[in-house]
């Protein structure tokens, strides 16, 4: 038995309990976990948020570092590249079929029958989840499991969708919202060559100080109204791509005003609203709005390496799994700055 946070009802408290660990298939590992992540989508997910809600129960977490303890019957180290002992992720994209259109071409992740870590397969807020081998990220040698644990999601994510804007090296960009994806955003972007503006909340200096420390040019702390005016006069007409991080329908109105003409807006944060665009604006700056949803195999390999050559690492303060109740309420209160990891290393089996 292993001890796990389940959700047994949408939008109640999840419960600490005791559950049987689960047992590997064929081409799965099982892990046993060191850290996890808590992401704000596990947070939508346990409040039922999202249009697909998955039977209950189910264990959220998909932000896990933890250690090969156990082979499915199909994994072999000469297979696999891996072995017993190894670190490995427990990320969000578990599984895809690798033979439609999407999977063949480099865009896996909106295969229809993708396997998602806390939607379809319960995930790594327990001290044992499985991943398929398949898809299995080692965390590079002498990377720390807890500060590396959120570049699983919040990393790639913030990752791919600064590829995906197109942005050029020594381009202006701003990153909306500082949070856990936020920060990480920060550190990419810089990594990447860009020139970077952070967009926090209105006198938060907490926010604005981890924008600083993360590398940003410019932040941004003033009313939420304005930051497009803002960008504008830092950048002398408007940034190349805008990465709006959080789900609020006024952050993503102000970042695509505060957009130069040929520009980005990128779609990370889900709000549950809908954004409402002025079409002839768009078409007549020629402006490019994207979607972009964590990232392939390939660009989790990449925000890897990327990490590890350039030190990037998440700010990170971590918690028991018994208080995720409580770290849900800060979350939804805003009062937290970084993320928070859950540290599986003091009182587990």
Request: proline share 4%; hydrophobic share 40%; net charge neutral.
């Amino acid at each position: 038995m292993m001890k796990a946070a389940v959700i047994t009802e949408y939008g109640a408290l999840l419960e600490i309990k005791q559950v049987p660990i689960p047992q590997p298939g064929p081409n799965d590992v099982l892990v046993k976990l060191i850290a996890c992540g808590i992401c704000h989508s596990d947070l939508h997910g346990a409040c039922g948020d999202f249009h697909i809600k998955p039977p209950l129960p189910l264990i959220l977490g998909h932000e896990g570092v933890g250690r090969i303890v156990e082979f499915g019957a199909n994994v072999t180290p000469e297979r696999y590249h891996l072995k017993l002992g190894d670190l490995i992720g427990i990320q969000f994209l578990q599984g895809t079929c690798l033979k439609c259109e999407f999977c063949l071409d480099g865009r896996e992740t909106l295969c229809n029958t993708k396997i998602a870590t806390g939607v379809t397969r319960s995930g790594a807020f327990a001290e044992y989840a499985l991943m398929n081998a398949d898809f299995a990220a080692k965390l590079p040698d002498g990377m720390d499991p807890f500060k590396a644990a959120p570049l699983y999601c919040a990393g790639v994510t913030m990752y791919k969708a600064l590829k995906v804007s197109q942005a050029r090296s020594n381009d202006w960009i701003s990153i909306v919202g500082v949070g856990g994806l936020g920060s990480l955003g920060i550190k990419y972007a810089k990594a990447m060559g860009f020139r970077v503006i952070g967009i926090v909340a209105e006198k938060d200096q907490a926010t604005t100080d981890l924008a600083l420390e993360m590398g940003a040019d410019e932040v941004y702390n003033g009313p939420g109204d304005q930051h497009s005016d803002f960008v504008k006069e830092k950048t002398n007409g408007g940034v190349q791509a805008a990465i709006v991080a959080v789900p609020l329908i006024s952050a993503y109105e102000q970042a695509l005003q505060s957009l130069k003409p040929g520009g980005c807006l990128v779609l990370v944060g889900i709000p549950a609203e809908k954004l409402s665009i002025a079409v002839n604006e768009c078409i007549g700056k020629q402006i490019r709005i994207v979607g972009s949803l964590v990232g392939t195999r390939n660009d989790l390999q990449e925000a890897l390496d990327m990490a590890r050559k350039h030190n990037i690492e998440c700010r990170v303060q971590t918690c028991q799994l018994e208080q995720i109740n409580e770290v849900f309420d800060n979350m939804k209160n805003c009062r937290l700055t970084g993320r928070m990891a859950i540290d599986f290393t003091t009182n587990s089996k």
